[in-house]
């Protein structure tokens, strides 16, 4: 079965960039938008950037002019990325990845396909 797998979290110093990566563990054809979710401790999992098939980007205002999501192909694989700059202790979450395969919208019920989370922690 085919899944989204991710990479790229870890521990940052506040100030610091990480780079988030997210593609299918195999060929899938027709993706729509892709997106990047968080959740905190305590916390309800919210959107923090997506983007279009197109290109046309969307993103949390809490992030905006700090973080960057771009898709591409890499060996015949769509991929999307999540370039975090300036990061604060309060960008610590899980980070998750979220592909619309149906063209019903990301994380909406009925789309099931989800990455497994990677940490991401800021501090110093």
């Known amino acids: 079965q085919v899944q989204l797998v991710e990479s790229g979290g870890g521990l940052v110093q506040p100030g610091g960039s990480l780079t988030l990566s997210c593609a299918p563990s195999g060929s899938i054809f027709g993706i729509h938008d892709m997106g990047w979710y968080r959740q905190a401790p305590g916390k309800q999992r919210e959107l923090v950037a997506a983007?279009?098939?197109?290109?046309?980007?969307?993103?949390a205002d809490s992030v905006k002019g700090r973080f960057t999501i771009s898709r591409g192909i890499v060996n015949d694989t769509v991929t999307v990325y999540l370039q975090m700059n300036s990061l604060k202790p309060e960008d610590t979450a899980v980070y998750y990845c979220?592909?619309?395969?149906?063209?019903?919208?990301?994380?909406?019920?009925?789309?099931?396909?989800w990455g497994q989370g990677t940490q991401v922690t800021v501090s110093p």
């Open positions: 983007i279009t098939r197109g290109g046309i980007t969307n993103y």
């Open positions: 979220n592909a619309d395969l149906r063209g019903i919208g990301l994380g909406v019920p009925g789309n099931d396909f």
